[in-house]
């Protein structure tokens, strides 16, 4: 797919950011690095690339996520594309957090962002970091050899993954399901569900499908292809077809929103949570208890 000429992105936002962003310093980082040989550290051969993936281009950069150059520029973009605050707005996924996690994945995990912050904030869990963009998963290493995390990092596709049945306790997703056709969110879903052990929690931070629907003229903006299919869509009915119960969707910021869903426990299933296992402090159904100025209530 050839980049499209004479785009909003194009005429007037991507000036805008040259100017916000420092480029001689992206630059010098970009060039301080071997992206075809770092990131064929990551690539694996059984991973395969899906057209609808491999075949657009995102945010304008051709060849989309498949380009080392949309590592480099995913970050000091994103800083100012998620009002009020980038930090807050992914804080929000962290305070939603209902279980205490032993194995945490993150799937289409980009540059890290949202997986160093689950691994701060759980420093004792695993947390595995997944992406189809091994450049991606270049610089999310990077971030987090410079944080001092321990994080491992999985080239892979989110809608099928490589690892068990029930081997997590909580799987998470920020800003990557309007980045996919609507029935490929529902792989994820479902995947999701499969690997989550029983009271496991699924949780997913994306832009607000109902804010998307009023304003159609900002789906135009950032060259998103899939974007006007997930504003049409409904991620709580998603997640209830996957089989998760006590889902719910909350507005974060008007802008976003953060859906939660939990793996039924099964009676006599063995891989159940404890009572004391779960986070009893927050009640499935009562969001406002979360504490998180992203939700409108200070702790």
């Not at 950011?17 to 990131?39: H, M, N, T, V």
């Not at 690339?49 to 657009?56: D, G, L, N, T």
């Not at 944080?147 to 997703?173: M, P, R, Y």
């Not at 009893?280 to 939700?295: H, K, Q, R, V």
Request: hydrophobic share 40%; net charge negative; charged share 25%.
């Amino acid at each position: 797919m050839a980049v499209q000429q004479d785009t909003i992105w194009e005429r007037f936002l991507s000036p805008v950011f040259r100017l916000l962003i420092d480029e001689d310093k992206w630059r010098r980082y970009a060039d301080s690095i071997d992206w075809e040989r770092e990131s064929d550290r990551f690539r694996q051969a059984d991973v395969t690339f899906p057209q609808y993936y491999s075949s657009q281009n995102f945010h304008g950069i051709k060849d989309g996520y498949l380009n080392y150059r949309a590592a480099v520029s995913y970050d000091p973009i994103t800083e100012y594309v998620l009002p009020p605050n980038e930090t807050l707005v992914r804080q929000a996924l962290i305070d939603a957090v209902k279980v205490q996690p032993r194995r945490i994945l993150d799937l289409g995990c980009g540059t890290g962002s949202t997986t160093l912050m689950l691994k701060q904030a759980f420093p004792q869990a695993e947390v595995i970091g997944l992406d189809l963009s091994p450049y991606m998963l270049v610089r999310a290493e990077d971030k987090a050899k410079t944080a001092g995390l321990e994080i491992v990092w999985q080239h892979g596709n989110a809608e099928k993954t490589s690892f068990s049945d029930a081997c997590f306790d909580l799987v998470t997703a920020a800003l990557l399901f309007h980045e996919t056709p609507n029935v490929v969110c529902r792989e994820i879903l479902r995947e999701s569900f499969r690997l989550l052990v029983a009271g496991g929690q699924v949780l997913t931070l994306d832009g607000n499908q109902k804010t998307l629907r009023q304003l159609d003229w900002l789906n135009n903006i950032f060259e998103e292809p899939y974007i006007r299919e997930y504003a049409d869509g409904n991620i709580d009915a998603s997640m209830g077809s996957a089989g998760f119960e006590a889902v719910r969707t909350y507005d974060v910021w008007w802008i976003h929103q953060l859906s939660s869903g939990i793996k039924p426990t099964p009676v006599n299933n063995a891989q159940q949570y404890t009572r004391t296992s779960i986070d009893t402090t927050i009640d499935n159904n009562d969001w406002g208890e979360l504490g998180s100025p992203a939700f409108g209530i200070m702790a």
